[in-house]
């Protein structure tokens, strides 16, 4: 399958500060890439859509000045936490889809906010 | 209003028999379907999928069934091994939800050996 990366993997950070998670296809291009957030013992939320060239679609309920989306190539999209507060300590995951409704998914990333 | 769900919280089964997990859904435009295996702190991993004009699709030990009159799919794991032990989600999109994928909530599946 396709492989995606997300960096960093974890990151520990004070309240207020700005927190960037980047998210790659490593072997394939995607226009397309999403944006998930998982509380414990939950499922998958998604939070957005991130589309190469062009500006995010948030879900409802999600902040777009608080997660800044930039998707500026075919193999990157970037996801900035702004502000961080201890509620937004959560496991953040990326996706990619290919060419089929297949998303396949980064590793994921998560964020304490101290 | 949950759109897929995924009734079974939890699955324990024995080492070389069947796993059978199962999912409902309500919208009638889904139309490809997809379940996904996660550990622990990680990304999900793409297991298998299949599109709504079929009703079976098979890939190693990893079967799926659809049946779209009673909106139901399950996956069917056999034999089931150790390494098998994760939560399994099932997924759902179709184009009329901008090929967004809606997730169940997901089975906890314990396989002992």
């Known amino acids: 399958g396709a492989v995606v990366s997300q960096h960093p993997s974890r990151v520990i950070c004070k309240s207020g500060t700005s927190v960037k998670i980047e998210c790659r296809s490593l072997d394939f291009q995607a226009t397309t890439m999403f944006w998930y957030r998982q509380f414990p013992k939950q499922s998958l939320m998604l939070m957005a859509t991130?589309?190469?060239?062009?500006?995010?679609?948030?879900e409802q309920g999600v902040e777009k000045d608080k997660f800044l989306i930039n998707h500026a190539s075919l193999t990157l999209s970037t996801l900035t936490v702004t502000s961080a507060h201890p509620e937004d300590s959560s496991f953040y995951i990326c996706s990619a889809r290919v060419m089929t409704d297949t998303q396949y998914f980064g590793p994921g990333t998560r964020l304490t906010v101290l | 209003d949950q759109q897929v769900k995924q009734n079974s919280p939890s699955l324990s089964v024995q080492e070389g028999r069947i796993s059978i997990l199962n999912c409902d859904y309500t919208?009638?435009?889904?139309?490809?379907f997809l379940w996904y295996k996660k550990y622990p702190a990680e990304g999900p991993t793409f297991l298998i999928s299949?599109?709504?004009?079929?009703d079976k699709n098979e890939d190693g030990r990893f079967t799926v069934f659809l049946n779209k009159s009673a909106k139901h799919l399950s996956l069917h794991i056999v034999p089931s091994q150790p390494g098998d032990s994760a939560v399994y989600f099932c997924?759902?999109?179709?184009?009329?939800?901008?090929?967004?994928?809606?997730f169940g909530g997901g089975t906890r599946v314990l396989v002992k050996p």
């Open positions: 991130s589309n190469e060239g062009s500006k995010a679609t948030y």
């Open positions: 997924a759902a999109s179709g184009k009329a939800a901008g090929n967004k994928l809606t």
């Open positions: 299949i599109s709504s004009i079929k």
């Open positions: 919208n009638s435009m889904f139309d490809y």
